[in-house]
Protein backbone atom coordinates (compact mmCIF):
# COMPACT_ATOMS: atom_id res chain seq x y z
CA UNK A 1 0.00 0.00 0.00
CA UNK A 2 1.40 3.60 -0.70
CA UNK A 3 0.26 6.21 1.02
CA UNK A 4 0.52 9.77 -0.35
CA UNK A 5 0.11 12.48 2.29
CA UNK A 6 -2.05 15.54 1.63
CA UNK A 7 -1.66 18.88 -0.46
CA UNK A 8 0.82 18.84 -3.60
CA UNK A 9 1.66 15.18 -3.69
CA UNK A 10 -2.07 14.28 -3.53
CA UNK A 11 -3.17 17.21 -5.72
CA UNK A 12 -0.14 15.87 -8.23
CA UNK A 13 -1.70 11.76 -7.76
CA UNK A 14 -5.26 12.99 -9.19
CA UNK A 15 -4.13 14.67 -11.79
CA UNK A 16 -2.03 12.02 -13.05
CA UNK A 17 -5.35 9.55 -12.24
CA UNK A 18 -7.04 11.93 -14.81
CA UNK A 19 -4.59 12.61 -17.27
CA UNK A 20 -4.21 8.81 -17.68
CA UNK A 21 -7.97 8.45 -18.85
CA UNK A 22 -8.08 9.90 -23.24
CA UNK A 23 -9.73 13.06 -22.94
CA UNK A 24 -12.54 11.51 -25.63
CA UNK A 25 -13.76 9.64 -22.02
CA UNK A 26 -16.57 11.08 -20.11
CA UNK A 27 -14.30 10.36 -17.41
CA UNK A 28 -12.39 13.56 -17.95
CA UNK A 29 -15.46 15.64 -18.01
CA UNK A 30 -14.80 17.20 -14.41
CA UNK A 31 -15.88 20.87 -15.44
CA UNK A 32 -19.89 21.65 -16.09
CA UNK A 33 -19.87 22.46 -20.10
CA UNK A 34 -21.23 26.03 -20.52
CA UNK A 35 -23.75 24.41 -22.90
CA UNK A 36 -24.98 21.16 -24.42
CA UNK A 37 -23.21 21.83 -27.61
CA UNK A 38 -19.84 21.29 -25.63
CA UNK A 39 -20.46 18.00 -24.89
CA UNK A 40 -18.76 15.68 -27.26
CA UNK A 41 -20.99 13.13 -29.70
CA UNK A 42 -20.02 10.10 -27.52
CA UNK A 43 -21.34 11.42 -24.75
CA UNK A 44 -24.93 10.94 -26.27
CA UNK A 45 -23.96 8.10 -28.05
CA UNK A 46 -23.07 6.28 -25.35
CA UNK A 47 -26.23 6.71 -23.17
CA UNK A 48 -28.33 4.51 -25.69
CA UNK A 49 -31.41 5.05 -23.97
CA UNK A 50 -33.51 1.84 -23.77
CA UNK A 51 -36.77 1.51 -25.25
CA UNK A 52 -39.52 -0.41 -23.06
CA UNK A 53 -40.41 -2.26 -27.22
CA UNK A 54 -36.43 -2.88 -27.27
CA UNK A 55 -35.38 -6.33 -26.75
CA UNK A 56 -31.98 -6.70 -25.18
CA UNK A 57 -30.07 -8.44 -22.64
CA UNK A 58 -30.14 -7.88 -19.37
CA UNK A 59 -27.27 -6.42 -17.24
CA UNK A 60 -25.66 -9.05 -15.10
CA UNK A 61 -28.01 -7.67 -12.10
CA UNK A 62 -28.98 -10.64 -9.74
CA UNK A 63 -26.33 -10.71 -7.47
CA UNK A 64 -26.99 -11.26 -3.53
CA UNK A 65 -25.05 -9.16 -1.62
CA UNK A 66 -23.51 -10.49 1.81
CA UNK A 67 -25.00 -8.65 5.04
CA UNK A 68 -21.96 -7.83 6.58
CA UNK A 69 -20.46 -6.03 3.13
CA UNK A 70 -21.74 -2.68 0.92
CA UNK A 71 -23.92 -4.05 -1.74
CA UNK A 72 -22.06 -1.80 -3.90
CA UNK A 73 -18.71 -4.38 -3.42
CA UNK A 74 -16.47 -3.56 -6.11
CA UNK A 75 -14.30 -5.49 -7.80
CA UNK A 76 -11.75 -7.93 -5.07
CA UNK A 77 -8.65 -8.77 -5.64
CA UNK A 78 -5.88 -9.65 -2.89
CA UNK A 79 -2.99 -8.45 -4.99
CA UNK A 80 -5.10 -4.82 -6.11
CA UNK A 81 -2.80 -2.27 -4.86
CA UNK A 82 -4.14 0.92 -4.13
CA UNK A 83 -3.14 4.43 -3.38
CA UNK A 84 -4.00 6.06 0.09
CA UNK A 85 -4.09 9.71 0.85
CA UNK A 86 -4.54 11.22 4.00
CA UNK A 87 -6.62 14.06 5.38
CA UNK A 88 -8.38 15.53 8.83
CA UNK A 89 -11.83 15.17 6.69
CA UNK A 90 -13.12 13.49 4.02
CA UNK A 91 -16.95 14.37 2.79
CA UNK A 92 -18.60 12.58 0.59
CA UNK A 93 -21.05 14.50 -1.94
CA UNK A 94 -20.75 18.30 -3.23
CA UNK A 95 -24.13 19.13 -2.34
CA UNK A 96 -25.64 22.02 -0.03
CA UNK A 97 -24.74 20.21 3.23
CA UNK A 98 -21.22 18.99 1.99
CA UNK A 99 -20.31 21.59 1.10
CA UNK A 100 -21.40 23.97 3.70
CA UNK A 101 -19.26 21.93 6.25
CA UNK A 102 -16.27 22.39 3.85
CA UNK A 103 -16.55 25.61 4.09
CA UNK A 104 -17.19 25.85 8.03
CA UNK A 105 -14.85 23.86 8.65
CA UNK A 106 -11.99 25.64 6.75
CA UNK A 107 -13.74 29.63 8.14
CA UNK A 108 -12.57 27.54 11.34
CA UNK A 109 -9.57 26.20 11.04
CA UNK A 110 -8.09 27.11 8.30
CA UNK A 111 -5.11 25.01 8.20
CA UNK A 112 -7.18 21.77 7.79
CA UNK A 113 -7.12 19.29 5.17
CA UNK A 114 -10.61 18.71 3.93
CA UNK A 115 -11.19 16.88 0.83
CA UNK A 116 -14.76 16.71 -1.32
CA UNK A 117 -15.71 14.06 -3.57
CA UNK A 118 -18.83 14.02 -5.90
CA UNK A 119 -20.18 10.75 -8.27
CA UNK A 120 -20.94 13.43 -10.67
CA UNK A 121 -18.88 14.90 -13.61
CA UNK A 122 -18.79 18.04 -12.07
CA UNK A 123 -20.45 20.07 -9.19
CA UNK A 124 -23.80 19.98 -9.98
CA UNK A 125 -24.23 17.37 -12.46
CA UNK A 126 -26.33 15.34 -9.99
CA UNK A 127 -28.37 17.85 -7.93
CA UNK A 128 -31.82 18.61 -8.44
CA UNK A 129 -34.39 20.39 -6.34
CA UNK A 130 -37.93 22.24 -7.02
CA UNK A 131 -35.84 25.18 -5.69
CA UNK A 132 -37.20 28.21 -3.49
CA UNK A 133 -34.35 28.64 -0.76
CA UNK A 134 -35.14 30.49 2.51
CA UNK A 135 -31.46 32.46 2.50
CA UNK A 136 -30.78 32.40 6.65
CA UNK A 137 -28.28 29.82 6.72
CA UNK A 138 -26.31 30.93 3.68
CA UNK A 139 -26.95 34.78 5.61
CA UNK A 140 -24.89 32.36 8.45
CA UNK A 141 -22.06 30.64 6.27
CA UNK A 142 -21.19 33.72 3.65
CA UNK A 143 -22.41 36.82 4.95
CA UNK A 144 -21.57 38.49 1.78
CA UNK A 145 -23.17 36.47 -0.82
CA UNK A 146 -24.45 39.02 -2.84
CA UNK A 147 -21.55 40.75 -3.45
CA UNK A 148 -19.45 37.47 -4.20
CA UNK A 149 -22.40 36.97 -6.76
CA UNK A 150 -24.46 33.74 -5.60
CA UNK A 151 -26.95 33.30 -8.43
CA UNK A 152 -30.32 33.88 -5.99
CA UNK A 153 -31.17 36.63 -8.39
CA UNK A 154 -35.26 36.32 -8.58
CA UNK A 155 -36.86 36.97 -5.06
CA UNK A 156 -40.34 35.14 -4.32
CA UNK A 157 -43.00 37.72 -4.42
CA UNK A 158 -46.29 36.00 -5.16
CA UNK A 159 -47.59 33.21 -3.57
CA UNK A 160 -50.58 31.14 -3.98
CA UNK A 161 -51.90 27.65 -2.61
CA UNK A 162 -54.72 26.10 -4.89
CA UNK A 163 -56.83 22.80 -4.65
CA UNK A 164 -57.26 20.85 -7.68
CA UNK A 165 -60.19 19.35 -8.74
CA UNK A 166 -60.13 17.64 -12.68
CA UNK A 167 -61.14 20.82 -14.15
CA UNK A 168 -61.63 23.97 -11.88
CA UNK A 169 -59.10 25.08 -8.66
CA UNK A 170 -59.95 26.81 -5.65
CA UNK A 171 -57.59 29.40 -3.46
CA UNK A 172 -56.41 27.91 -0.13
CA UNK A 173 -55.03 29.97 2.52
CA UNK A 174 -51.21 30.17 2.52
CA UNK A 175 -50.10 28.94 6.04
CA UNK A 176 -47.35 30.57 8.06
CA UNK A 177 -44.71 27.79 7.39
CA UNK A 178 -45.41 28.43 3.28
CA UNK A 179 -45.08 31.95 3.11
CA UNK A 180 -42.22 32.65 0.74
CA UNK A 181 -41.49 36.55 1.39
CA UNK A 182 -37.96 37.03 1.57
CA UNK A 183 -36.73 33.45 -0.06
CA UNK A 184 -35.01 32.92 -3.83
CA UNK A 185 -36.45 30.71 -6.98
CA UNK A 186 -33.04 29.37 -7.75
CA UNK A 187 -31.01 27.00 -9.50
CA UNK A 188 -29.81 24.02 -6.55
CA UNK A 189 -27.17 23.09 -9.23
CA UNK A 190 -25.81 26.72 -9.79
CA UNK A 191 -25.90 27.60 -6.07
CA UNK A 192 -23.58 24.58 -5.46
CA UNK A 193 -21.04 25.38 -8.33
CA UNK A 194 -20.64 28.92 -7.02
CA UNK A 195 -20.32 27.45 -3.35
CA UNK A 196 -17.91 25.35 -4.73
CA UNK A 197 -15.62 27.69 -5.90
CA UNK A 198 -15.89 29.57 -2.56
CA UNK A 199 -14.57 26.69 -0.67
CA UNK A 200 -11.62 25.97 -3.38
CA UNK A 201 -10.92 29.66 -2.66
CA UNK A 202 -10.80 28.47 0.45
CA UNK A 203 -8.45 25.75 0.06
CA UNK A 204 -10.98 22.74 0.16
CA UNK A 205 -9.95 20.35 -2.43
CA UNK A 206 -12.55 19.16 -4.42
CA UNK A 207 -13.20 16.08 -7.21
CA UNK A 208 -16.11 15.60 -9.40
CA UNK A 209 -16.15 12.11 -10.98
CA UNK A 210 -15.25 10.21 -8.35
CA UNK A 211 -18.15 8.31 -6.54
CA UNK A 212 -17.52 7.04 -2.70
CA UNK A 213 -18.31 3.39 -3.45
CA UNK A 214 -16.98 1.58 0.36
CA UNK A 215 -16.35 2.73 3.65
CA UNK A 216 -12.87 2.07 5.29
CA UNK A 217 -13.70 0.51 9.22
CA UNK A 218 -10.70 -0.25 11.67
CA UNK A 219 -10.18 -0.67 15.56
CA UNK A 220 -10.01 2.15 17.31
CA UNK A 221 -6.90 1.71 19.37
CA UNK A 222 -7.98 3.72 22.49
CA UNK A 223 -11.48 2.40 22.94
CA UNK A 224 -11.09 -1.11 20.34
CA UNK A 225 -14.41 -0.42 18.73
CA UNK A 226 -14.70 -0.23 15.30
CA UNK A 227 -14.57 3.40 13.83
CA UNK A 228 -14.31 4.63 10.68
CA UNK A 229 -11.13 5.62 9.06
CA UNK A 230 -12.02 7.05 5.65
CA UNK A 231 -13.51 5.49 1.90
CA UNK A 232 -12.76 3.78 -0.89
CA UNK A 233 -13.59 5.46 -4.45
CA UNK A 234 -14.87 3.35 -6.96
CA UNK A 235 -12.84 1.12 -9.33
CA UNK A 236 -12.83 2.24 -12.94
CA UNK A 237 -12.62 0.05 -15.76
CA UNK A 238 -14.58 -3.07 -14.69
CA UNK A 239 -16.34 -4.79 -17.47
CA UNK A 240 -19.95 -6.32 -17.34
CA UNK A 241 -18.33 -9.71 -16.77
CA UNK A 242 -16.64 -8.44 -13.32
CA UNK A 243 -13.37 -8.39 -14.67
CA UNK A 244 -10.89 -5.58 -15.24
CA UNK A 245 -10.73 -4.13 -18.70
CA UNK A 246 -7.60 -2.34 -20.37
CA UNK A 247 -8.89 0.79 -19.05
CA UNK A 248 -9.14 -0.56 -15.32
CA UNK A 249 -7.64 2.00 -12.31
CA UNK A 250 -8.25 1.14 -8.96
CA UNK A 251 -10.33 3.19 -6.72
CA UNK A 252 -8.42 5.31 -3.93
CA UNK A 253 -8.22 4.96 -0.35
CA UNK A 254 -9.31 8.11 1.05
CA UNK A 255 -8.14 8.31 4.87
CA UNK A 256 -9.10 10.89 7.32
CA UNK A 257 -9.85 11.68 11.32
CA UNK A 258 -13.34 12.00 10.27
CA UNK A 259 -15.60 11.36 7.36
CA UNK A 260 -18.86 13.25 6.84
CA UNK A 261 -21.58 11.58 4.56
CA UNK A 262 -23.66 14.14 2.61
CA UNK A 263 -25.19 11.73 -0.40
CA UNK A 264 -28.17 13.24 -0.12
CA UNK A 265 -31.64 11.04 0.32
CA UNK A 266 -30.62 7.15 0.72
CA UNK A 267 -27.09 7.57 0.40
CA UNK A 268 -25.80 3.88 -0.27
CA UNK A 269 -22.92 4.33 2.12
CA UNK A 270 -25.08 6.15 4.63
CA UNK A 271 -27.75 2.99 4.34
CA UNK A 272 -24.39 0.83 5.19
CA UNK A 273 -23.82 2.92 8.40
CA UNK A 274 -27.42 2.65 9.67
CA UNK A 275 -27.46 -1.02 9.47
CA UNK A 276 -23.83 -1.26 10.51
CA UNK A 277 -23.46 0.77 13.26
CA UNK A 278 -27.36 0.85 14.51
CA UNK A 279 -28.15 3.83 13.51
CA UNK A 280 -31.82 3.83 13.46
CA UNK A 281 -32.73 2.38 16.63
CA UNK A 282 -34.70 4.32 18.81
CA UNK A 283 -36.04 6.43 15.95
CA UNK A 284 -39.10 6.38 14.11
CA UNK A 285 -38.48 4.40 10.31
CA UNK A 286 -38.17 7.46 7.45
CA UNK A 287 -40.32 7.89 4.94
CA UNK A 288 -39.39 9.30 1.38
CA UNK A 289 -41.15 10.99 -1.34
CA UNK A 290 -40.45 11.36 -5.07
CA UNK A 291 -40.13 14.58 -6.62
CA UNK A 292 -40.19 14.74 -10.68
CA UNK A 293 -39.76 18.19 -12.48
CA UNK A 294 -39.52 19.95 -15.81
CA UNK A 295 -37.84 23.49 -16.73
CA UNK A 296 -40.24 24.55 -19.60
CA UNK A 297 -39.26 28.05 -21.99
CA UNK A 298 -42.97 30.09 -22.06
CA UNK A 299 -44.68 32.75 -23.29
CA UNK A 300 -43.53 36.30 -21.61
CA UNK A 301 -47.13 37.49 -21.74
CA UNK A 302 -47.39 34.51 -18.83
CA UNK A 303 -44.22 34.97 -17.22
CA UNK A 304 -44.32 36.65 -13.81
CA UNK A 305 -40.95 36.14 -11.58
CA UNK A 306 -41.03 35.74 -8.56
CA UNK A 307 -44.28 33.56 -8.98
CA UNK A 308 -44.71 30.53 -6.52
CA UNK A 309 -47.78 28.19 -6.71
CA UNK A 310 -48.10 25.08 -4.84
CA UNK A 311 -51.55 22.55 -5.12
CA UNK A 312 -53.32 19.72 -3.43
CA UNK A 313 -55.34 17.89 -4.83
CA UNK A 314 -55.70 16.63 -8.53
CA UNK A 315 -54.30 14.79 -9.84
CA UNK A 316 -53.75 12.46 -6.79
CA UNK A 317 -57.03 10.58 -4.34
CA UNK A 318 -57.76 11.65 -0.86
CA UNK A 319 -55.74 8.84 0.44
CA UNK A 320 -52.44 10.09 -1.33
CA UNK A 321 -49.83 12.76 0.10
CA UNK A 322 -48.34 14.74 -2.45
CA UNK A 323 -49.20 17.93 -4.09
CA UNK A 324 -47.54 20.42 -7.30
CA UNK A 325 -45.13 22.91 -7.08
CA UNK A 326 -44.42 25.56 -10.03
CA UNK A 327 -41.72 28.76 -10.10
CA UNK A 328 -41.28 31.56 -11.98
CA UNK A 329 -37.39 31.90 -12.44
CA UNK A 330 -36.08 34.54 -15.01
CA UNK A 331 -35.53 34.97 -18.49
CA UNK A 332 -39.21 33.09 -19.46
CA UNK A 333 -38.35 29.71 -17.74
CA UNK A 334 -40.47 27.98 -14.99
CA UNK A 335 -39.79 25.28 -12.92
CA UNK A 336 -42.67 22.55 -12.31
CA UNK A 337 -42.51 19.46 -10.42
CA UNK A 338 -44.97 17.11 -8.50
CA UNK A 339 -43.61 15.22 -5.59
CA UNK A 340 -45.37 12.12 -4.46
CA UNK A 341 -45.18 10.44 -0.91
CA UNK A 342 -43.46 7.01 -1.72
CA UNK A 343 -46.16 5.33 1.32
CA UNK A 344 -48.64 5.23 -1.89
CA UNK A 345 -50.96 2.08 -1.80
CA UNK A 346 -51.94 1.51 -5.25
CA UNK A 347 -49.06 -0.48 -7.52
CA UNK A 348 -49.93 1.35 -10.62
CA UNK A 349 -49.77 4.74 -9.92
CA UNK A 350 -46.57 6.57 -11.23
CA UNK A 351 -45.16 9.44 -9.99
CA UNK A 352 -44.03 10.03 -13.78
CA UNK A 353 -47.39 9.83 -15.02
CA UNK A 354 -49.07 12.09 -12.35
CA UNK A 355 -46.86 14.90 -13.18
CA UNK A 356 -48.15 14.48 -17.01
CA UNK A 357 -51.33 14.35 -15.39
CA UNK A 358 -51.03 17.96 -13.60
CA UNK A 359 -49.52 20.01 -16.57
CA UNK A 360 -53.09 18.83 -18.46
CA UNK A 361 -55.08 20.42 -15.74
CA UNK A 362 -56.11 23.53 -17.42
CA UNK A 363 -54.45 26.13 -14.69
CA UNK A 364 -51.04 24.35 -15.62
CA UNK A 365 -51.64 24.10 -19.64
CA UNK A 366 -52.51 27.50 -20.37
CA UNK A 367 -48.62 28.12 -19.14
CA UNK A 368 -47.14 25.19 -21.33
CA UNK A 369 -49.61 25.64 -24.66
CA UNK A 370 -46.87 28.05 -26.23
CA UNK A 371 -44.22 27.12 -24.59
CA UNK A 372 -40.89 24.24 -24.47
CA UNK A 373 -40.12 21.48 -22.42
CA UNK A 374 -35.70 22.36 -21.76
CA UNK A 375 -34.88 20.04 -18.44
CA UNK A 376 -36.22 16.88 -17.07
CA UNK A 377 -34.93 14.71 -13.76
CA UNK A 378 -36.33 13.27 -10.83
CA UNK A 379 -35.10 12.35 -6.88
CA UNK A 380 -36.02 11.46 -3.61
CA UNK A 381 -36.82 13.68 -0.29
CA UNK A 382 -36.59 12.22 3.04
CA UNK A 383 -39.80 13.19 4.45
CA UNK A 384 -39.87 11.84 7.96
CA UNK A 385 -38.88 15.01 9.92
CA UNK A 386 -37.50 14.89 13.55
CA UNK A 387 -38.89 11.64 14.55
CA UNK A 388 -37.10 10.13 12.08
CA UNK A 389 -33.82 11.42 12.30
CA UNK A 390 -31.21 8.66 13.56
CA UNK A 391 -28.18 8.80 15.69
CA UNK A 392 -25.97 10.87 13.41
CA UNK A 393 -22.32 10.89 14.80
CA UNK A 394 -20.43 7.83 15.53
CA UNK A 395 -16.41 7.16 16.09
CA UNK A 396 -14.71 8.78 12.86
CA UNK A 397 -17.84 10.17 11.26
CA UNK A 398 -21.45 12.31 10.97
CA UNK A 399 -23.99 12.09 8.47
CA UNK A 400 -25.81 15.76 7.09
CA UNK A 401 -28.05 16.98 5.46
CA UNK A 402 -30.73 14.59 3.73
CA UNK A 403 -29.06 11.58 4.41
CA UNK A 404 -29.94 12.38 7.87
CA UNK A 405 -33.57 13.77 7.17
CA UNK A 406 -33.22 17.11 8.12
CA UNK A 407 -36.10 18.42 5.67
CA UNK A 408 -38.47 20.45 6.70
CA UNK A 409 -41.64 18.82 4.74
CA UNK A 410 -44.28 21.65 5.62
CA UNK A 411 -41.88 24.76 4.60
CA UNK A 412 -41.25 22.02 1.27
CA UNK A 413 -37.85 23.23 2.10
CA UNK A 414 -34.79 21.60 2.83
CA UNK A 415 -31.40 23.26 1.59
CA UNK A 416 -31.42 26.29 4.73
CA UNK A 417 -31.33 23.19 6.91
CA UNK A 418 -29.20 20.49 5.17
CA UNK A 419 -26.32 23.83 5.50
CA UNK A 420 -27.01 24.56 8.74
CA UNK A 421 -26.54 20.69 9.25
CA UNK A 422 -23.24 20.69 7.75
CA UNK A 423 -22.50 23.87 9.28
CA UNK A 424 -23.44 22.61 12.98
CA UNK A 425 -21.29 18.78 12.29
CA UNK A 426 -18.33 21.33 10.77
CA UNK A 427 -18.21 22.38 14.69
CA UNK A 428 -18.78 19.75 15.98
CA UNK A 429 -15.55 18.07 14.31
CA UNK A 430 -13.46 21.35 15.02
CA UNK A 431 -14.15 20.52 18.42
CA UNK A 432 -13.52 16.84 18.47
CA UNK A 433 -9.90 17.28 16.48
CA UNK A 434 -9.04 19.97 19.44
CA UNK A 435 -10.09 17.62 22.29
CA UNK A 436 -8.72 14.44 20.01
CA UNK A 437 -12.17 12.80 20.10
CA UNK A 438 -12.31 9.94 17.47
CA UNK A 439 -16.48 10.99 18.23
CA UNK A 440 -17.90 14.05 17.15
CA UNK A 441 -20.63 14.08 19.91
CA UNK A 442 -21.14 17.80 19.70
CA UNK A 443 -23.11 17.62 16.85
CA UNK A 444 -26.24 15.93 18.15
CA UNK A 445 -26.26 18.96 21.53
CA UNK A 446 -25.68 21.50 18.70
CA UNK A 447 -28.37 20.33 16.90
CA UNK A 448 -30.76 20.73 20.05
CA UNK A 449 -29.67 23.98 21.06
CA UNK A 450 -30.06 25.74 16.91
CA UNK A 451 -32.90 27.18 15.57
CA UNK A 452 -32.61 24.09 13.04
CA UNK A 453 -34.19 22.19 16.14
CA UNK A 454 -36.74 24.55 16.93
CA UNK A 455 -38.11 24.66 13.99
CA UNK A 456 -38.16 20.54 12.88
CA UNK A 457 -39.49 20.67 16.23
CA UNK A 458 -42.29 22.78 15.28
CA UNK A 459 -43.27 21.40 12.46
CA UNK A 460 -42.92 17.67 14.18
CA UNK A 461 -46.65 16.53 13.29
CA UNK A 462 -47.84 18.30 10.05
CA UNK A 463 -46.56 15.36 7.52
CA UNK A 464 -47.75 12.73 10.05
CA UNK A 465 -51.40 13.85 9.85
CA UNK A 466 -51.87 13.37 6.35
CA UNK A 467 -51.59 9.58 7.23
CA UNK A 468 -55.25 9.64 7.90
CA UNK A 469 -56.11 11.24 4.80
CA UNK A 470 -56.19 14.85 2.82
CA UNK A 471 -59.00 16.93 4.66
CA UNK A 472 -58.36 15.29 8.02
CA UNK A 473 -54.34 16.33 7.58
CA UNK A 474 -55.69 19.85 6.08
CA UNK A 475 -57.86 20.34 9.24
CA UNK A 476 -55.15 19.03 11.51
CA UNK A 477 -52.09 20.79 10.20
CA UNK A 478 -54.15 24.13 10.24
CA UNK A 479 -55.14 23.71 13.85
CA UNK A 480 -51.42 22.71 14.71
CA UNK A 481 -49.76 25.82 12.78
CA UNK A 482 -52.93 28.70 13.52
CA UNK A 483 -53.88 27.93 16.74
CA UNK A 484 -51.00 25.83 18.67
CA UNK A 485 -48.30 27.49 16.60
CA UNK A 486 -46.18 24.64 16.68
CA UNK A 487 -46.76 23.91 20.30
CA UNK A 488 -49.31 21.54 20.53
CA UNK A 489 -49.36 19.20 23.64
CA UNK A 490 -49.48 16.24 21.51
CA UNK A 491 -47.29 14.11 19.43
CA UNK A 492 -48.09 12.68 16.44
CA UNK A 493 -45.89 9.78 14.71
CA UNK A 494 -45.63 7.98 11.90
CA UNK A 495 -47.50 3.66 11.81
CA UNK A 496 -43.94 2.13 11.90
CA UNK A 497 -43.89 0.82 8.57
CA UNK A 498 -41.11 1.03 5.81
CA UNK A 499 -42.57 2.68 2.94
CA UNK A 500 -42.97 -0.47 0.21
CA UNK A 501 -44.70 -2.00 3.38
CA UNK A 502 -47.76 -0.19 2.22
CA UNK A 503 -48.42 -1.52 -1.06
CA UNK A 504 -51.64 -3.44 -1.61
CA UNK A 505 -52.01 -6.51 -3.98
CA UNK A 506 -53.09 -5.04 -7.58
CA UNK A 507 -55.87 -7.44 -7.06
CA UNK A 508 -56.91 -4.87 -3.98
CA UNK A 509 -57.03 -1.90 -5.92
CA UNK A 510 -58.38 -0.13 -8.80
CA UNK A 511 -55.61 0.43 -11.90
CA UNK A 512 -55.27 3.97 -13.03
CA UNK A 513 -55.53 4.10 -16.60
CA UNK A 514 -53.27 7.11 -17.40
CA UNK A 515 -54.20 8.99 -21.13
CA UNK A 516 -52.01 8.75 -24.66
CA UNK A 517 -49.38 11.28 -24.49
CA UNK A 518 -49.75 14.17 -27.21
CA UNK A 519 -45.43 15.41 -27.05
CA UNK A 520 -46.17 18.48 -26.38
CA UNK A 521 -47.10 19.33 -22.91
CA UNK A 522 -47.48 15.85 -21.71
CA UNK A 523 -44.66 13.16 -23.20
CA UNK A 524 -43.32 9.53 -22.88
CA UNK A 525 -40.87 8.85 -20.33
CA UNK A 526 -38.21 8.16 -22.41
CA UNK A 527 -38.59 11.70 -24.69
CA UNK A 528 -38.51 13.29 -21.41
CA UNK A 529 -35.86 10.87 -20.28
CA UNK A 530 -32.95 12.41 -22.87
CA UNK A 531 -33.90 15.90 -21.43
CA UNK A 532 -32.01 14.89 -18.30
CA UNK A 533 -28.97 14.22 -20.42
CA UNK A 534 -28.11 10.62 -18.34
CA UNK A 535 -25.04 8.80 -19.32
CA UNK A 536 -23.30 5.72 -18.24
CA UNK A 537 -20.71 4.08 -19.91
CA UNK A 538 -22.48 0.47 -20.68
CA UNK A 539 -20.06 -2.03 -20.28
CA UNK A 540 -19.85 -2.17 -16.40
CA UNK A 541 -21.61 -4.27 -13.19
CA UNK A 542 -24.33 -3.33 -13.04
CA UNK A 543 -25.08 -0.95 -9.78
CA UNK A 544 -28.39 -1.84 -9.36
CA UNK A 545 -28.07 -5.59 -6.92
CA UNK A 546 -31.31 -8.07 -7.37
CA UNK A 547 -31.14 -9.49 -3.91
CA UNK A 548 -33.46 -12.20 -4.68
CA UNK A 549 -33.45 -12.75 -8.46
CA UNK A 550 -36.81 -14.86 -8.53
CA UNK A 551 -38.81 -11.87 -6.91
CA UNK A 552 -39.32 -9.37 -9.75
CA UNK A 553 -42.10 -12.35 -11.40
CA UNK A 554 -42.79 -14.62 -8.68
CA UNK A 555 -43.47 -11.61 -5.86
CA UNK A 556 -44.11 -8.14 -7.93
CA UNK A 557 -45.35 -9.65 -11.28
CA UNK A 558 -47.40 -12.13 -9.59
CA UNK A 559 -48.90 -9.89 -6.42
CA UNK A 560 -48.43 -6.25 -7.43
CA UNK A 561 -48.01 -6.37 -11.43
CA UNK A 562 -45.30 -3.87 -13.27
CA UNK A 563 -45.18 -1.87 -10.09
CA UNK A 564 -41.19 -1.64 -10.82
CA UNK A 565 -42.09 0.14 -14.01
CA UNK A 566 -44.35 3.00 -12.63
CA UNK A 567 -42.51 3.75 -9.24
CA UNK A 568 -39.07 4.25 -11.66
CA UNK A 569 -39.04 7.58 -13.18
CA UNK A 570 -36.29 6.67 -15.75
CA UNK A 571 -37.55 3.47 -17.15
CA UNK A 572 -34.69 1.35 -15.64
CA UNK A 573 -37.33 -1.58 -15.36
CA UNK A 574 -39.39 -3.64 -17.51
CA UNK A 575 -40.87 -6.63 -18.05
CA UNK A 576 -40.21 -8.37 -21.51
CA UNK A 577 -41.91 -10.92 -23.40
CA UNK A 578 -39.56 -14.01 -23.25
CA UNK A 579 -41.01 -17.73 -24.14
CA UNK A 580 -38.40 -19.32 -22.53
CA UNK A 581 -39.25 -18.79 -18.95
CA UNK A 582 -42.29 -20.17 -17.45
CA UNK A 583 -44.36 -16.87 -17.11
CA UNK A 584 -43.74 -15.71 -20.28
CA UNK A 585 -42.07 -12.70 -18.68
CA UNK A 586 -38.48 -12.06 -18.53
CA UNK A 587 -37.36 -9.07 -15.49
CA UNK A 588 -34.56 -6.83 -17.26
CA UNK A 589 -32.69 -3.42 -16.06
CA UNK A 590 -32.21 -0.82 -18.43
CA UNK A 591 -29.36 0.42 -15.65
CA UNK A 592 -27.83 3.23 -18.31
CA UNK A 593 -31.12 5.00 -17.84
CA UNK A 594 -30.63 5.31 -14.25
CA UNK A 595 -30.99 8.95 -12.72
CA UNK A 596 -29.70 7.92 -9.39
CA UNK A 597 -32.85 9.03 -7.79
CA UNK A 598 -33.02 6.30 -5.54
CA UNK A 599 -37.25 5.36 -5.71
CA UNK A 600 -36.34 1.34 -6.08
CA UNK A 601 -33.94 1.23 -3.61
CA UNK A 602 -37.05 2.60 -1.23
CA UNK A 603 -39.75 1.25 -2.75
CA UNK A 604 -38.62 -2.37 -3.64
CA UNK A 605 -37.18 -3.74 -0.48
CA UNK A 606 -35.46 -6.37 -3.15
CA UNK A 607 -33.05 -4.02 -4.68
CA UNK A 608 -30.25 -2.34 -3.62
CA UNK A 609 -28.69 0.98 -5.46
CA UNK A 610 -25.14 1.29 -5.56
CA UNK A 611 -22.66 3.97 -7.45
CA UNK A 612 -21.95 3.43 -11.00
CA UNK A 613 -18.50 4.41 -12.42
CA UNK A 614 -17.86 8.01 -12.28
CA UNK A 615 -19.69 10.70 -14.39
CA UNK A 616 -22.09 8.18 -14.72
CA UNK A 617 -25.88 9.62 -14.29
CA UNK A 618 -27.87 12.82 -15.38
CA UNK A 619 -25.78 15.51 -16.05
CA UNK A 620 -28.93 18.55 -14.82
CA UNK A 621 -27.44 21.77 -16.15
CA UNK A 622 -29.65 23.94 -14.38
CA UNK A 623 -31.89 21.76 -12.45
Known sequence: MQHVKCAAQGRLMWQ????????????????????????????????????????????SAVETPDEQAHPGMQHQDEAIERESMDFDVVIVGAGPSGLSTAIRLKQLDPDLEVCVVEKGSYVGAHILSGACIEPRTLNELIPDWKEKGAPLKVEAKYDEMRYF????SFPLPVIPQMSNHGNYLISLGELCAWMAEQAEELGVQIFPGFPANEIIFEQDEASGDQRVAGIVTRDMGIGKD?????????????????????????????????????LREGCDPQTYALGVKEVWEVDNALHKAGTVIHTLGHPLDSKTYGGSFMYHLDDGKINLGFVVALDYENPTLSPYEELQRYKSHPDVKKYLENGKCISYGARTLSEGGLFSLPKFSFPGGIIVGDSAGFLNVPKIKGIHTSMKSGMLGAEAIVDA?????????????????????????????????????????????????????????????????????????ISEVTPIQYPKKDNKITFDLLANLSRSNTNHEEDQPCHLKVRDPSAPIEVNLKNYGERSMTFCPAGVYEFVDDETTETGKRFQINAQNCLHCKACDIKDSNIDWTTPEGNGGPSYASM
Not at 50 to 58: F, G
Not at 165 to 168: K, L
Open 16 to 59: SIRNSVPASSSFAMAKKPQNLSQLSPSFFTTTSLRSYSHKTEPQ
Open 242 to 278: GKPKSTFEPGMELRAKHTVFSEGCRGSLSKQLFSKLK
Open 433 to 505: LKSEKVEADTYREKFEKSWLHEELHKERNIRHYFKWGLWPGLMLSGLDALIFRGKAPWDVRGDGREDHEHYKP
Open 165 to 168: TANR
